[in-house]
């Protein structure tokens, strides 16, 4: 029989264990589901097991998920670690896999924090061994204490592009470029919310010492690069890119990518939320109320899954997510949720005040992107940006047609790493902007899962479920 | 063999368990991620892909971009969600041999027999 519990939170970020703790502290039964092995998402990476000198490493920022995660073993959840939820359907019913097994579980709602990832922006050779992500690089330090070593290139924009430049600055990595793609001049965009990102001088600072300890490491940070290559025959061995008029080439070991980050919404996608178009950073998010409810009333969004803004903000926000969600099962009055709300709202809105400015100035602009011919997009099935443009050439004016005519977006990561940039790729081709050519449908399992699991599964009922799968088993 | 593009913090000495790798036993950190235990001992090579035929590394190592998936156990799995244990067999077949090796043992079992020539369908059954 399956598992029928209060609440299900899918996810154990700084969104996931807030909104977990504060209804397990009402009593709640409360099971968390983590596809990673330790609590904490990736922000608070193998918090509880941080060593005292990875949390003076990183800081505030991470440490203060120490605390998080005490309330959250304390609040009496239930954690479910390595725990990959394969499906997730709109009346709160569930499909997970965990130790080569599967199994099904319901419950009144489902609160889903499934963070942010990196925005993933195929430049030539990206495929090649020794091209990673910044974030990837940042999370071997917090899990493993691995720090690289050889020549380090990072290469993107945004703030948390210079934030590992001055976490691997304070290690004693030699980094022998930055190359950022911010374009020279910020966008008119960014001048209406200067004013209040000025209230937070905290904030301000920290970016001017980050900045600060960049230039006094006397790293070469090149602005305003286009054209990014990395170069390599069976791995990485130097970086090209455009600097103003000149070609400047450095020779590498590792390559450290980030272009920004952007929700994790393939869940969403799956159990068939209405998903908005966030015109200005150019991604895809559920379509919530200020609580987090989808157009699903047993579906909530919650944290940087929800739409990017941080963890300190996903904190606040799961748990305004988990007050709706008691008084939904009664637990508390409206007005006692509006009363509890109240601090935490403000707090979110202190914590908001840069946000506006911070995102105008990084705000990934189509110009940015020059995809090349040749580059690898869909890094599963090997299909080039040429073939997307032949395909549309041919036609084809939605990313599942692109999709069937050139498997791109088929392959084992699901459309994770080529779905965002073939819509920008795709759209350029015929001028539209990305949201016309709708989204690469996603469809359970959101996990490779073994058909043995599956046959294994003990299913309740075989009401509709609108699963080929699961409804034709039997 | 590519360069060991990763170095264990200096003040940081892992526990280390005996695993197989690709048919020879090697020692990993424990209580890291097979991905990371791997980087850390210079593999930089997870797999070869299947569809460029070309060696892979892992790229995002928080379970987006399945370029670390190695046979573990028997199961293609993310390297980089899966946690070291002591005598994990881990296949990358990055020697040329063929990644879906799954299920494929070198002796030729009943099962191996049937899939390679599926039983044609009794009359009846669904198509």
Known sequence: MSRHVDVIVVGAGPAGLSASSTLAEMGLDVVTLDEQPQLGGQIYRNIEKASPKSLHLFGEDYSSGLMIAERFRKSGADYENSTSVWQLDSDGTICCSSRAHSRQMRANHVIVATGAMERPVPIPGWTLPGVMGAGAVNNLTKESGLKPSGNVVLAGSGPLLLLEATLLIKKNVEIAAILDTTPLIPRVSAVPPAPKALMRTDFLLKGASMLKSIKDAGIPHHRGVKDICAIGTNCLESVQARCGKETITIPADLLMLHFGVIPNSHIFRQAGCRMAWKADQRYWHPACDQWGRTNFERIFAAGDGAMVSGGVSARYRGELTALEVSRCLGIISGHERDALAKPLKKALRHDGWPRPFVDAIYAPRPEQFSFDDATILCRCENVTVKDVRRAVREGARDLNEIKIMTRSGMGSCQGRMCGPALAEIAAAEISLSPDRLGLLNVRPPLRPVPLEEIAEMELETAKESSNWLLDNKK | ?127
């Open chain 2, 1 to 127: 063999m590519p360069n060991s593009i990763f170095k264990y913090d200096s003040e940081i000495t892992p526990q280390m368990v005996k695993v197989m790798l690709d048919g020879r036993e090697i020692s990993l950190p424990a209580e890291m991620s097979v991905a990371a235990g791997l980087l850390g001992q210079g593999e930089i090579i997870s797999r070869i892909s299947p569809s460029s035929k070309r060696a892979c590394s892992p790229h995002c190592l928080m379970g987006v971009c399945y370029e670390c998936i190695m046979e573990i156990n028997g199961i293609n799995r993310q390297a980089c969600m899966t946690k070291v244990e002591e005598g994990m067999v881990i296949n990358r077949h990055i020697d040329g041999s063929d990644f879906n090796g799954k299920y494929e043992s070198t002796e030729k079992t009943e099962a191996n027999v049937n899939y390679e020539m599926p039983k044609p369908l009794k009359e009846g059954e669904p198509s």
